[in-house]
């Protein structure tokens, strides 16, 4: 359930029209419900309540520091996947005993920065990283706490770009090789071993492969253990799916359920999951307006967000609800596209899309995940602004990027 709903033949954002923050802001914007996410965000933890764990939003899927902030306050952690992630999580509040920190390309100056926070956990992804972070916690003269990430080779059925837990994913430790780097983990002086994580993709839609790949993180602790390695934590990472279009993904109680009694014959370990888009998505939509329409070998309306503002489209081939902030039902074939120079840049294909004319709005819904987080500068266009409401208020919670933000940092050699 998210709070986007018509009252009065207008699209609304909790208690707001849309078309009252655009005439504000301007278009195109970004807009989250404060409600939804909080919403979101305990249906998860909630699911988990009666168990020993701390729900880490995935900072990727929507990293604006008000939304992470909400979170913390919400008692969230955070999943960290570069330095600037850390820096935003701190920067919003989040305490440092509740981010862990994945990713395959750590650099030495990201390490440094994360053992100096005190962060939970480095989920580490190959021998060379370990010994690495091994050199740095030794130069900083502190422990670093340890999880290995591993890959237990299972198909998430998603798209193959956000597959991460098959054996050809770059993603993890093989769990056949991961006993051995556990042991020499061990011996490492700057080095505690905490837990075990993973991570299989993302946008999953059935419980399967999760249950398959926790029961082989399952008996790979067991096997852990029984060499006398202790752990604490197992992260099971993020990738629970939601609904863009007809997908019927389990929802946070079902997947929950299905892992709960699972996790019972390691009792002792701490639960960590990474969510992001399963609370993020649904909670946000991108606004847009028409510039033009056209006819030509087909129908084309032309709007003023793109691939730049929402890459989701041209990258995944994703589907995203595209509604009329003007309540109507009639609809025509038809392409939605960006202003950006590539015929890669559409928001919709052939889609049976609201009938509109020059100046409508548009709601381009479920874009609260990988929508503003993957934004670029594409084509020189300034990023869009995020609005956030709340009940039938709504704040700023980052500014539309100006011309001279383009430039920010360019230099022109003197001579
Ligand atoms: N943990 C790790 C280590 C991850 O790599 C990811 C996502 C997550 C957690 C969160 O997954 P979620 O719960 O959001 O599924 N840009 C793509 C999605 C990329 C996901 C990358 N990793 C998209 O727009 O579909």
Redesign the pocket.
């Known amino acids: 359930m998210n709070h986007f709903n018509y009252k009065n033949g207008l699209l609304h954002c909790e208690d707001i029209p849309l078309s009252a923050i655009a005439e504000a802001v301007g278009t195109p914007f970004y807009v989250y419900s404060k409600a939804t996410l909080s919403r979101h965000f305990k249906a998860v933890d909630e699911a988990f309540s009666d168990i020993k764990h701390i729900t880490c939003f ?1 900072v ?2 929507c990293s604006n520091i008000a939304i992470l902030n909400l979170f913390s306050s919400l008692g969230g952690g955070a ?1 960290i ?1 570069s330095g600037g992630e850390l820096f935003r999580a701190l920067r919003a509040g989040i305490e440092p005993q509740k981010i862990v920190y ?2 395959v390309g750590k650099t030495v100056e990201e390490l440094r920065y994360a053992l100096n926070s005190q962060i939970l956990m480095f ?1 580490v992804e190959s021998i060379q990283e370990l010994q690495t972070l091994q050199e740095t916690a030794a130069a900083l003269k502190r422990t670093a706490p340890v999880a290995l ?1 591993v890959n237990p080779d299972v198909d998430p059925k998603t ?1 193959a ?2 597959s ?1 837990g098959l054996a050809k994913n770059k ?1 993890g430790i093989p769990v056949k090789e991961a006993a051995e780097i556990y042991l020499k983990a061990r011996e490492m002086s700057n080095i505690e071993i905490v837990g075990v994580s993973c ?1 299989i ?4 839609t059935t419980v399967a492969p999760f249950v398959e790949s926790l029961t082989k993180i399952i008996d790979f602790i067991k096997g852990l253990t029984a060499a006398g390695i202790n752990i604490r934590y197992l992260d099971m ?5 939601i609904k863009y279009d007809d997908e019927t993904p389990p929802a946070p109680g079902e997947y929950a359920a299905a892992v709960k009694e699972m996790l019972r014959e390691v009792a002792d370990c701490t639960l960590i999951i ?5 609370i993020a ?1 649904n909670a946000g939509a991108l606004i847009t307006k028409v510039l033009y329409t056209k006819e030509g070998n087909r129908k084309f309306i032309i709007v003023d967000a793109g691939m730049n503002d929402l ?2 489209p041209s ?2 081939d ?1 589907y995203h609800e595209i509604l009329p902030v003007i309540e109507s039902q009639e609809r025509e074939e038809a392409d939605i596209v960006g202003p950006i120079c590539e015929s890669g840049d559409f928001l919709a294909r052939g889609r049976l899309a609201p009938l509109t004319e020059r100046h409508d709005l548009l709601a381009v819904m479920s874009a609260g ?2 929508g503003f987080s ?1 934004a670029s500068n594409y084509n020189s266009r300034p990023r869009a602004a995020e609005v956030m409401v709340h009940q039938s208020e709504f704040y700023v919670i980052r500014k539309r990027e100006t011309l001279a933000d383009l430039i920010h940092g360019e230099a022109i050699p003197e001579k």
């Open positions: 995935a990727k899927s999943d996947v994945s990713g989920n990430r798209h770009y956000i991460t993603f991570h993709g993302s946008q999953l990472g993020g990738g629970l799916g990474e969510p992001g888009r399963v998505g890459a989701r990258l995944y994703a995940a990988y993957m």
